[in-house]
C-alpha cells in the first residue's frame, strides 16, 4: 500500500530538480562537494547527479559522485538498511571512475562491501597503476585476499611488502581453514605478528578453536580483536552475539536463553500452541536421539512453573495430550498427580499403577515402586496428609501399596514393609520403617521382620541391631536384646550408641531382676555394666550400683565385698564412689540418685534421704567449678532413651532444690534451654526469679526474649491478667531476629499452656488473650447429627435448573439411618447411584476437565448449597467395587480431596 | 535427570562402571582449585547418577525435589548444547553471503 502522501513527495522532488536544474553548473557542482565534505551524503547525491547531467565533462565529478554513493550505501549498512545500501553500491559502482583517478580512500571503502569479483578486478587495475601501498590498503588486500583468494593480486606489489612476506603462510593456513581444521590454521598462522594485516585472520582462527573448545572467555578475547573493516567481522560478531544463528555450525537447532526465556513467557501466559512448539525443539536440542524422554522431563519441570491452579493444570495436560499421547502421557500425568499429592495415597497407587510405562524392566520397578512407596509416607507425615477410607479403595490399588489390614495405624507401616519386600536394599526404608510409632503387636511384628531382614542385607551395619534390641525391649524381651547388642558389638566394637544401649539394656534387667529377688543375677549384669560404660554413662552405672546396695541392704553382700548395715554406712559406700569421680559426674550421680529415691519412692527409712541430702549438701562445693554446658545438661532432661530406667527424666527440680544458686553459673546462651526445661517441670517461680534477676543485672545486652519469657511464664503462673498489650509490645520492640526467636520460644512454650495462652502462642496472635475473643464458639457435633429432618430441608441442594434428574427420587430410597446402611445398601441401587454421578459429571460438562477444575466446581456448588452435600451422601454409599469403577472425573468430583 | 547425563558427557544407559570412571576422568580434567563451577557440576551430577538406586531415585523425584525449576531447566540446555559440527571458512562465508542476499 502506497504511503500517504506519496505523490505529494513525488511532486516536491521534481520541483527541487527543476530548481536545481535552472543553478548554474558551477554552483551545483560547488554545494555538491560541500555537502561532500560535510559528510552529508544524501544531500549530496542529488547535487553531484544535476551537475553530471548538465555537463559532458564528466571525469572530474565522477569520483566525487562514486564517493557519496559509496558513503551514502555504507551509512544505509550501519542502519541494517541493507537493500537500500546494495542498491547505493549499484548507483557507486555506474560512476566508477578510471583507475587512475581512483583514490585509495574509495577503493578501500569499496573493498569493504562491493563484490568479490569486482573489488578484485578493480583492486588489481589500481595496484598496476599505483605505486606503493598504505597500510589501510594493505588491510583490506588482505581481507580481499582471504575471500577471493586471487594470489596474483599480490603480483604488483613491492618484494618488501608484509603481505607478500606473509602470503604462503596465509595460503597454507586457508586450506586448513576451509576444511575445518581450525587449530591447525591457527597453527600455522602462529608467526603472523600483530601488526600484520593478515593478523585478524589468525585471531579469527584463535576464536573458531575456543568456540569448538566451548571456551568463552577465549571467545570473546578472540574475537576482540577483529577490526570492524576486516571482511569476517560480520562472522566474528555473529559469533559473540548470536552463535546459534549461525545455522551450519550446529547439529540441530541449539535451544538458547532466549528460546528459554520465551518458553517460560508462553507457559506463564498459559499459550499451549508456542509453548508446545518450544518445548519440542528443546526436547531435541537436548536430547536428539530420544526428544519424547527429553519432552517427559521438560514438562515435569514446567510442572511447577505453570503454577499449581486450574489454569495451569490445563496447560500441563495441553501439553501432554498435544506431545505426548498415549502411555507416556498417562503416566507422566500420573506422575504430576502424585507429586501435587492431592488424594494422598490414591494419587501414589495410581501413579504405580502406570510406573511399568517408566520401568519396564522389573528389578528396577521394584526399585522404583519402593521409592514411590517411601516418598508416599514422608509426605504422609510431613504434611498431615488425610488417608482416605481404606474401604473406599480398589484391592488391586491397596494391593499395590502393600496395604493389607484395613486398620490405619499400620498403613504406614505395612506401605514401608512392601517398600522392604519391593527393594531389600533400601536402607532409607528399613531406617524409616524402624523409626515409626508401632503401638500394636502386629506393628511391631512388622517391624520386627523389616529389621530382621535388615540385618541380614546389611551384615556390618550395627543399625538394625540397635533398632531390634530397643524393640525387644518395648516388648520386655530383655535377653533377646541383650544377645542382639552383643552382635551389634561384633559389628561395630567402638561405637559409642552400641555401647550405651548396652549398658542401658543391662541396668533394665538388673532392675528387672531386683524386683524378682534375683539380686545375685541383678549383681551380675551390674558388674558387666560397670565394665563395659564408658564416661558418658558411668554416673548412670555407678547411681544405679549405689541404689541396689541401698534397696538390698545385706543381700548383696552374699556375693560382694561390701556390707550394707546403715544409711551411715551407705553415706560411706556413696561418698567413697563419687569421690574417684569429676564435679560434673559426681553431681549428676547424685542428682540421679536423688531423682530415683525421691521419683520412685522407694521404700526405706528416713536415715537414707537425710545421708543423701548431706552428701549432695557436701557436692554444693562442686558448683562453682561446672562450666555453664555442664549445668544446662544437669538442669536439663535426660536422654529419651533412659525412660524405662528412671521415674521421670526432668531434673530440674532435683538440682535446683538443693542449689538454688546454680543458675548463676548457666550463662546467657544457655539460659533458654534451661528455662525452657523449668517450664516443663511448672518451675514457674524459680524460672520468674531467675529472669527477673538476669533482666535487673543486663547491661546492654538485648532483653526482649527475655522479657517475652517473664510474660509467659506470669501468664502460666496466672499471675497477670494483661491482655495483648504486653505481648505486642514486645514484638514491636525485636527486630527480625529476635522475633524468630520469640516464635521458636513461644512454640515451646504453648506445649505446656492451654487456651486462650495456647493458641495465641501457637499462632503469635495475641488477640486471643482479649478477654472479647478468649471465647471460641463452640460448634455442636450433636445437635447437628439429631437434626433428623435435613433431608426434607426446602433448600436442599437440587433445584430445578440443575441437570441432575431423578437425583431426588433416588434419594428417598436411601434410608437416612446412616448406621443401617454399613454393607446393606442393595446393589443395584449402588449401580445407578455410579451411573447418576457419570451422568452428573456429563452434564456439568466436566469430561477431560483438568483436577482443579472439577474441585472448584464442586466446592463452588457446595457453597452454593444450603443444606448437606448430597455427594457426600453418595460417596459413603457406593461400595469398593463401585468406586474404583467410576471414571477419573467422576472420582475426583466424589472423592478428591479439596 | 538429563542435565546429569549431560554434565558427565556420558550416555543415559551407561552403567555403574562407565559412570565412575567418566567421573573420575572429569574431576582429572576439572579440578576444584581450577575449575570450580565445572567440578562441582560434575560431583552433582555424580552424587544423583552413582549407583542404580540412586538414578532410580533421582528418576522418579528428581522433578519434584528441583527447588528452582526454570534454572534446572537453564541448566540442562546448557549441558546440552547441540553438538557442534566443524565446518571450514568457505562455508561460514557463504552463510554470510547467503544472508546478505
Known amino acids: 500500500m502506497a504511503k500517504p502522501g506519496r505523490k505529494k513527495r513525488k511532486t516536491k522532488r521534481k520541483s527541487q530538480w527543476e530548481q536545481l536544474a535552472r543553478l548554474p553548473f558551477s554552483q551545483i557542482a560547488r554545494q555538491g562537494k560541500a555537502h561532500l565534505q560535510a559528510g552529508e551524503f544524501k544531500e549530496a547525491i542529488p547535487f553531484l547527479n544535476a551537475a553530471l547531467s548538465k555537463n559532458q565533462d564528466t571525469d572530474g565529478l565522477r569520483p566525487f559522485l562514486f564517493r557519496a554513493y559509496l558513503k551514502r550505501s555504507a551509512q544505509l549498512r550501519e542502519k541494517a538498511m541493507v537493500k537500500e545500501a546494495g542498491l547505493m553500491l549499484a548507483n557507486a559502482e555506474k560512476w566508477l571512475p578510471a583507475s587512475t583517478n581512483m583514490a585509495e580512500e574509495d577503493l578501500v571503502e569499496y573493498l569493504s562491501f562491493g563484490p568479490v569479483e569486482k573489488s578484485a578486478a578493480l583492486c588489481h587495475a589500481y595496484l598496476k597503476t599505483h605505486d606503493g601501498v598504505s597500510p589501510r590498503l594493505e588491510r583490506a588486500l588482505a581481507g580481499l585476499l582471504v575471500q577471493s583468494e586471487r594470489w596474483d593480486l599480490l603480483d604488483p606489489l613491492p618484494t618488501d611488502s608484509p603481505l607478500l612476506a606473509h602470503a604462503p603462510v596465509v595460503r597454507k593456513a586457508l586450506v586448513r581453514m576451509n576444511r575445518g581444521d581450525w587449530e591447525g590454521a591457527l ?74 526465556e520465551a518458553l517460560l513467557t508462553h507457559v506463564r501466559c498459559q499459550e499451549i500452541e508456542p509453548a508446545a512448539f518450544l518445548v519440542k525443539r528443546m526436547a531435541l536440542a537436548v536430547l536428539p536421539e530420544n526428544p519424547r524422554a527429553a519432552m517427559m522431563e521438560i514438562i515435569q519441570y514446567l510442572r511447577a512453573v505453570a503454577g499449581e491452579h486450574r489454569r495451569g493444570d490445563a496447560l500441563i495436560i495441553g501439553l501432554i495430550h498435544r506431545l505426548l499421547p498415549g502411555a507416556e502421557g498417562t503416566l507422566l500425568q500420573a506422575k504430576i498427580n502424585f507429586y501435587r499429592f492431592e488424594n494422598g495415597i490414591v494419587d501414589a497407587a495410581r501413579y504405580l499403577q502406570v510406573l511399568d510405562t517408566e520401568f519396564p524392566v522389573q528389578r528396577e520397578w521394584n ?18 496428609t488425610e488417608i482416605p477410607a481404606l474401604d473406599r479403595m480398589s484391592a488391586p490399588l491397596l494391593r499395590l501399596l502393600g496395604i493389607q489390614s484395613s486398620n490405619q495405624e499400620l498403613l504406614l507401616i505395612e506401605m514401608l514393609s512392601q517398600a522392604v519386600t519391593l527393594d531389600p536394599r533400601n536402607e532409607s526404608a528399613y531406617r524409616l520403617i524402624s523409626q515409626l510409632p508401632r503401638p500394636s503387636r502386629e506393628a511391631k511384628r512388622l517391624v520386627e521382620d523389616a529389621l530382621e531382614q535388615m540385618a541380614v542385607e546389611f551384615p556390618e551395619d550395627p543399625y538394625p541391631c540397635l533398632a531390634l534390641s530397643q524393640l525387644q525391649h518395648e516388648k520386655n524381651a530383655f535377653r533377646k536384646a541383650e544377645a542382639i547388642l552383643e552382635e551389634a558389638k561384633r559389628r561395630a566394637p567402638h561405637d559409642a550408641r552400641i555401647i550405651d544401649a548396652y549398658v542401658i539394656c543391662l541396668l533394665i534387667s538388673a532392675q528387672k531382676r531386683v524386683c524378682g529377688n534375683k539380686p545375685h543375677l541383678a549383681l551380675e549384669d551390674f558388674e558387666k555394666a560397670q565394665s563395659l560404660c564408658q564416661s558418658r554413662m558411668l554416673p548412670l552405672v555407678t547411681a544405679k550400683r549405689l541404689l541396689f546396695n541401698y534397696d538390698v541392704p545385706g543381700q548383696a553382700s552374699l556375693f560382694g565385698p561390701h556390707v550394707i548395715r546403715s544409711p551411715q554406712q551407705w553415706r560411706e559406700a556413696v561418698a567413697a564412689a563419687v569421690e574417684r569421680l569429676t564435679p560434673f559426674q559426681r553431681l549428676n550421680t547424685l542428682g540421679m540418685i536423688a531423682l530415683d529415691m525421691e521419683g520412685a519412692k522407694l521404700p526405706g527409712t528416713r536415715g537414707f534421704s537425710k545421708k543423701l541430702k548431706l552428701l549432695l549438701m557436701n557436692a554444693s562445693v562442686d558448683i562453682p567449678m561446672l562450666t555453664s554446658r555442664e549445668i544446662r545438661t544437669l538442669l536439663t532432661p535426660l536422654d529419651e532413651t533412659l525412660y524405662r530406667l528412671m521415674p521421670c527424666l526432668e531434673r530440674a527440680g532435683v538440682y535446683l532444690k538443693h542449689f538454688p544458686g546454680m543458675l548463676q553459673g548457666v550463662n546467657h546462651a544457655d539460659i533458654v534451654a534451661v528455662l525452657d526445661a523449668m517450664i516443663a517441670e511448672n518451675l514457674l517461680k524459680a524460672a520468674r526469679n531467675e529472669i527477673q534477676r538476669r ?204 | ?99 546478505k542476499g
Request: glycine residues 4%.
Open chain 1, 187 to 260: 597453527e600455522a598462522l602462529k608467526g603472523i605478528p600483530r601488526a600484520s594485516a593478515f593478523f585478524p585472520l589468525r585471531a579469527f582462527s584463535m576464536a573458531m578453536t575456543r568456540f569448538f573448545k566451548e571456551d568463552e572467555a577465549g571467545l570473546h578475547r578472540a574475537l576482540s580483536m577483529i577490526p570492524r573493516e576486516f571482511p569476517l567481522f560480520p562472522l566474528a560478531q555473529a559469533l559473540r552475539i548470536a552463535p546459534e544463528s549461525l545455522t551450519c555450525l550446529w547439529e540441530y537447532p541449539p535451544f538458547s536463553t532466549r528460546d528459554l
Open chain 1, 367 to 384: 526399585q522404583a515402586a519402593s521409592q514411590v512407596l517411601i516418598f508416599t509416607v514422608l509426605r504422609i507425615i510431613s504434611e498431615g
Open chain 1, 695 to 898: 533482666l535487673r543485672t543486663a547491661a546492654d545486652r538485648s532483653t526482649v526474649l527475655l522479657e517475652f519469657y517473664l510474660l509467659a511464664v506470669k501468664h502460666l503462673d496466672g499471675r497477670t491478667g494483661s491482655g495483648r498489650t504486653e505481648f505486642q509490645a514486645l514484638l514491636d520492640r525485636a527486630d527480625q531476629g529476635e522475633r524468630e526467636q520469640i516464635r521458636a520460644a513461644a512454640r515451646r512454650i504453648s506445649q505446656h499452656a492451654s487456651d486462650p495462652l495456647k493458641t495465641a502462642l501457637t499462632t503469635l496472635d495475641f488477640q486471643y488473650l482479649d478477654p472479647q475473643s478468649a471465647a471460641f464458639p463452640e460448634f455442636d457435633v450433636l445437635t447437628m447429627d439429631e437434626d433428623e429432618n435435613w433431608g426434607e430441608d426446602k433448600d436442599f441442594w437440587i433445584d430445578e435448573e440443575m441437570p441432575l434428574a431423578g437425583l431426588p427420587d433416588m434419594l428417598d430410597q436411601i434410608p437416612f439411618d446412616m448406621d443401617l446402611l454399613e454393607g446393606d445398601f442393595p446393589g443395584m441401587l449402588n449401580d445407578q447411584l455410579a451411573d447418576m454421578v457419570e451422568n452428573a459429571v456429563d452434564e456439568l460438562d466436566l469430561r477431560g476437565a483438568p483436577i482443579g477444575f472439577i474441585r472448584e466446581m464442586r466446592e463452588e456448588m457446595k457453597r452454593q448449597t444450603t443444606g448437606p452435600w448430597v455427594f457426600d451422601l453418595i460417596a459413603k454409599l457406593l461400595d469398593a467395587q463401585n468406586a474404583q469403577e467410576l471414571s477419573r472425573e467422576s472420582w475426583e468430583f466424589l472423592y478428591g480431596k479439596d
Open chain 2, 1 to 99: 535427570m538429563l542435565q546429569y547425563y549431560l554434565a558427565l558427557e556420558i550416555s543415559p544407559h551407561a552403567s555403574d562402571e562407565e559412570i565412575r570412571k567418566q567421573y573420575l576422568a572429569l574431576i582429572r580434567q576439572h579440578p576444584p582449585e581450577r575449575d570450580p563451577i565445572r567440578f562441582q557440576e560434575i560431583s552433582t551430577a555424580y552424587e544423583k547418577l552413582k549407583d542404580e538406586m540412586t538414578r532410580i531415585r533421582t528418576r522418579v523425584l528428581d522433578p519434584y525435589e528441583a527447588n528452582d525449576p526454570e534454572k534446572a531447566m537453564a541448566e540442562l540446555i546448557r549441558a546440552s548444547g547441540p553438538a557442534k559440527v566443524r565446518v571450514g571458512l568457505k562455508t561460514l562465508m557463504a552463510l554470510l553471503a547467503a544472508r
